[in-house]
């Protein structure tokens, strides 16, 4: 799917009592975001820049302030102050040790006596160990004699180089830094932390043409960031209701809607509906139509597109001159009518997406008419901006690709990557463009030009820690794949890189949860301080997050008020971060390479790793410092109808076990796995990392050959060969797995179960007949689950928990789990009905059932949300969540890894989840969890005890237990995912109705 990008041309700030001003595409320096200058590395080889700083007090006339970013960090690392003076021992010696510096210094931190030393170049100077007051964090500060006077620096320890640097007056090259992208998204978090508290108007232009940069170079989460402060600056001003609001209001919601936030976009595009009718601007309405059409082609709502994208089209052109709407060439000046300037890039820029939407269902012959029509209004207008002429280039190259003419593609794609070479290097738009050429010239054989493009796209991706749509990254590993063949010398290296490059793909919204909470692991290394400093930070993130959509809906002071309150408590918790745990941010972004990932292997694992592209996938596992692949002739769409096949015959609609047709499951083994056979054999634990579809299910219930007794205890399951643990990336495995740290939680267990539904009565209030009559009869369903109190206690007598550790009946209430310590236990346990988003539409957030309080006028108490969850601050080996599809497929329809509640655990602190793909039979899950727990207990992984508990219930159907517990609906729904290769430190401190 293409980005969604600007009509480059910037509106300006409207003020009350003015008309409209002109607009420009093209801004003035002054007007922009200042990006910074580079400053080289700090000590961990983290590129840094400085920006111009705030004034310290001092006690020597300032002649200036740097502030040094490091490592993609928006709080700065240190500050460095230069002063016009004598740099004498007696001078260095008086700034260090008292005046208006040190006294600011001192109510921050907390320094030793200074040691005289030098810094590079040679220069005298005096360090300052120091202990941040807040937290007590490492913190370095400096008195030195600079070159041109008295130099005051002080920041976090892997900062001092640069500080050194600094004071040295030493240089650093251009392009030692940051990128632009990165560099602009510094400046524009700064100025969109003070957007919401201050009326400074001058910043609009600027915070404009930084959103505008930004989202020309593909940044759009930082391009947000820029519209959103300039927004709220614009709605001081003018007020919320004022139509001349509308155009960042259209720019925030385009750049929304490029990350797929769709639901969020279409609010503010709502609000846009009444605004731009009555706008200044007279480009507002075919603006809104225009970004609604990349929204519709966003989410493949490729008619609505095409209908918007018309409309726009006409629009536009109504204001231009005839002139410019016929098929004569030539230039015709517009710099006397600006709005016709803006008019005409939009119609240029409507055509070229309406060109796509065109190509893409099937309509080659007016695609190509659109963008010849807008590639010649483009020449007509002249100055056209470079993205703008790079991007007409690709989506020329994009659609000869869709009719198969590889060739023209790929000259037309390259010639769009060397527009991008220049108008934004180094950036996500050069990286795409690299990639889509590659795969054209993989597709005509010339593969060694294919590798040098896909190689060039992949280190801008690898830089920038970015990633790309899985169809664009198959084509890399197919030119791979084959160079492998032609070159066996050369095949292991080249395979490895074949896994490294699987990286580079677009994952699931799962991998942001659980790489967040396994970073927060790995950074804390087993240091609860750090651990907790970084929870801080996540948690201002959510509270922003939330609060943006709040203002997005409905927009007032007291939000703003709210937002500046957030945004000044989440600058503190990244500072605080930036000195505990330097390595945080790599650790949430960064990939990880082969070596990493063998390394985190034990010698009897093996990593399966797989991407589903439109027609074909790859799968490649990674065993003893080898990798093995294979091409699979699965694409998604039918992975996802294999994978709906199995869910349906597992369990039916009304919750009972299903007619089970083994022919999907060992379809899908057949395709993924039997080609790799070889590779996998004898390995004890497979590791495996899904996509797409391929998430809604438990591998363990593949097939690996036919189904020749009725007695389906004895079929060929691949759990009967290997235990399983699944993740959501690599780089989730390297980093929970990095630390060595188990939970130190003290006490062993926390159960929960056998919830008290709530009475009729209860739920009608909770659910009004005249808007939630169907879900008030089906929340009536909802019944005990007597079997949950049986597999509670029968897993604390295991474990030697305390009768006050678990909370049976009606003492399993909301308030009970929030009050039971959950951070002090290493195993949470939590036995009880689940509910999904659909399954109750008054009901929008996935929930668990507990039991409402006593005396409670409605059951409203009863829905533990995954909001809430999401503040728990656990500190857990393994979570089990013995319920009704805790890990199967979200709203998303099965393409999450976890549900949200297993997303909303993951984040509150656990290592592993237990998780149930659909209804469990209450006799069947109290026999996976407690023998699971029993074999845990005598040593065993959590994957082992698992693939234990679950092979017991196989080898015993037909013997002890009802043959029709060979049914994958009993014993396969159980899933492990996160890290399964320690088993949690536990010591022992002082007629089944199924579950959904």
């Not at 005839?322 to 710099?335: D, F, H």
């Not at 896909?454 to 169809?471: E, K, M, S, W």
């Not at 927009?555 to 600058?571: K, M, N, T, V």
């Not at 929008?844 to 005396?855: C, H, R």
Request: glycine residues 8%; aromatic residues 4%; hydrophobic residues 45%.
């Amino acid at each position: 799917m293409p980005a969604l990008r600007l009509v480059p041309a910037l509106g300006l700030l409207l003020a009350a009592a003015c008309g409209t001003p002109p607009e420009d595409s093209f801004v003035a320096p002054s007007q922009r975001a200042s990006a910074g200058e580079p400053a080289g590395q700090d000590s961990r080889g983290e590129a840094c820049l400085t920006q111009r700083g705030t004034p310290l007090p001092a006690d020597l006339p300032v002649s200036g302030v740097r502030e040094v970013f490091c490592g993609g960090w928006t709080s700065a690392a240190a500050r460095v102050v230069t002063l016009r003076g004598n740099t004498d021992a007696g001078t260095l010696d008086q700034l260090a040790t008292g005046g208006l510096w040190r006294t600011w210094l001192d109510q921050r931190v907390t320094c030793a006596t200074p040691q005289a030393t030098t810094i590079a170049g040679g220069y005298s100077a005096r360090l300052l160990a120091c202990t941040r007051k807040a937290g007590g964090w490492p913190h370095v500060a400096m008195v030195a004699a600079g070159p041109n006077g008295p130099v005051l620096a002080d920041g976090v320890a892997t900062a001092t180089p640069v500080m050194e640097r600094l004071a040295a007056g030493q240089t650093v090259a251009a392009g030692a830094g940051q990128s632009r992208s990165a560099a602009l998204e510094l400046a524009v978090r700064r100025m969109a932390a003070e957007s919401f508290s201050a009326n400074d108007v001058s910043r609009f232009e600027t915070l404009m043409a930084a959103g505008r940069d930004l989202n020309q170079l593909e940044n759009f989460a930082a391009a947000e960031d820029a519209y959103r402060a300039a927004l709220a600056l614009q709605e001081r001003v003018l007020g919320r209701e004022d139509p001349n609001i509308v155009l960042p209001l259209l720019h925030l919601a385009l750049n929304l809607a490029a990350q797929n936030r769709l639901d969020e976009a279409e609010v503010l595009f709502a609000r846009a509906e009444g605004l731009a009718p009555r706008a200044a601007d007279e480009t507002a309405v075919p603006r809104l139509l225009h970004y609604r059409g990349l929204a519709a082609q966003r989410a493949n709502r490729l008619e609505d597109a095409t209908d918007y994208l018309r409309r726009a089209e006409a629009g536009y052109a109504a204001l231009l001159p005839s002139s410019m709407l016929g098929t004569a060439e030539g230039e015709v000046n517009l710099l006397a009518d600006p709005t016709a300037t803006t008019a005409a890039f939009g119609l240029a820029e409507a055509r070229r997406y309406l060109s796509r939407v065109l190509a893409t269902s099937g309509h080659p012959d007016e695609a190509e008419a659109k963008i010849a029509e807008s590639r010649r209004l483009l020449r007509q207008v002249g100055n056209a901006p470079g993205p703008m002429i790079a991007r007409t280039l690709r989506t020329e190259g994009r659609n000869a690709a869709s009719l198969g003419q590889n060739e023209t593609a790929a000259r037309q794609l390259e010639a769009a990557a060397r527009r991008f070479s220049v108008a934004a290097p180094g950036e996500r738009p050069e990286a795409m463009t690299l990639f889509l050429s590659g795969g054209r010239r993989q597709a005509t054989g010339r593969r060694a030009e294919a590798l040098s493009a896909f190689r060039a796209g992949a280190d801008i991706l690898r830089a920038r820690q970015l990633a790309l749509p899985v169809t664009m990254v198959l084509p890399y590993l197919d030119a791979l794949e084959a160079e492998a063949q032609a070159r066996p010398d050369q095949a292991e290296a080249l395979r490895r890189e074949m896994f490294t490059a699987t990286q580079l793909a677009q994952r699931s919204n799962t991998v942001r949860f659980v790489q967040q909470a396994s970073a927060r692991i790995g950074a804390a290394g087993g240091d609860q301080r750090v651990s907790d400093a970084v929870r801080r930070l996540q948690d201002a993130d959510q509270v922003l997050r939330d609060l943006f959509a709040e203002r997005d809906a409905a927009p007032s002071a007291a939000i703003d008020a709210r937002i500046a309150e957030a945004q000044q408590a989440r600058a503190e918790a990244e500072s605080e971060v930036a000195a505990a745990a330097p390595g945080y941010r790599q650790l949430l972004l960064s990939t990880a390479d082969f070596a990493a990932v063998s390394h985190a292997l034990a010698p009897q694992e093996a990593l399966v790793t797989m991407l589903l592209g439109r027609k074909a996938a790859w799968v490649l596992v990674l065993r003893d410092g080898k990798v093995h692949s294979a091409r699979a002739s699965l694409g998604e769409a039918e992975a996802a109808g294999l994978v709906n096949a199995i869910r349906a015959g597992v369990i039916d609609q009304n919750g009972a076990p299903g007619p089970f047709d083994p022919a999907p499951a060992q379809a899908l083994y057949a395709a993924l796995l039997k080609p790799l056979e070889a590779a996998l054999d004898g390995a004890e634990t497979l590791v495996v990392v899904p996509d797409g579809p391929l998430l809604g299910i438990p591998f363990g219930l593949l097939l690996t050959g036919p189904v020749t007794d009725p007695n389906l205890g004895k079929a060929p399951w691949l759990i009967k060969r290997h235990a399983i643990v699944h993740v959501p990336s690599p780089q989730t495995l390297v980093t929970l797995r990095g630390t060595g740290a188990a939970s130190s939680a003290p006490l062993a267990y926390g159960g929960f179960g056998d919830f008290s539904p709530p009475t009729p009565a209860q739920l009608l209030r909770s659910f009004p007949v005249d808007r939630c009559a169907a879900d008030a009869r089906m929340a009536q369903g909802l019944t005990r689950l007597p079997g949950t109190r049986r597999e509670v206690l029968e897993v604390q007598h295991l474990l030697g928990a305390a009768p006050r550790d678990i909370r049976l009946g009606t003492d399993f209430t909301a308030a009970a789990l929030r009050q039971a310590d959950l951070g002090s236990r290493r195993i949470l346990h939590l036995a009880t009905h689940a509910l999904l988003p659909g399954e109750l539409s008054c009901l929008p957030e996935p929930s668990i059932v507990v039991s409402p309080p006593a005396g409670a006028p409605d059951a409203d108490a009863a829905f533990v949300k995954a909001s809430e969850l999401l503040g728990l601050k656990l500190n857990a080996d393994l979570i089990i969540l013995s319920a009704c599809n805790t890990g199967g497929p979200s709203g998303a329809g099965g393409g999450e890894a976890l549900s949200g509640l297993a997303r909303a655990f993951f984040y509150a602190g656990a290592r592993g989840l237990m998780v149930t793909h659909w209804a469990v039979n209450d006799d069947a899950a109290m026999l996976v969890v407690s023998d699971s727990m029993r074999r845990q207990q005598g040593g065993a992984s959590s994957a082992a005890a698992l693939r234990g508990a679950q092979r017991l219930i196989l080898d015993e159907a037909g013997l002890r237990l009802p043959p029709e517990f060979g049914h994958p609906y009993y014993w396969a729904p159980f899933a492990l995912i996160g890290d399964g290769k320690r088993a949690p430190a536990v010591s022992a401190e002082a007629g089944s109705a199924p579950r959904g």
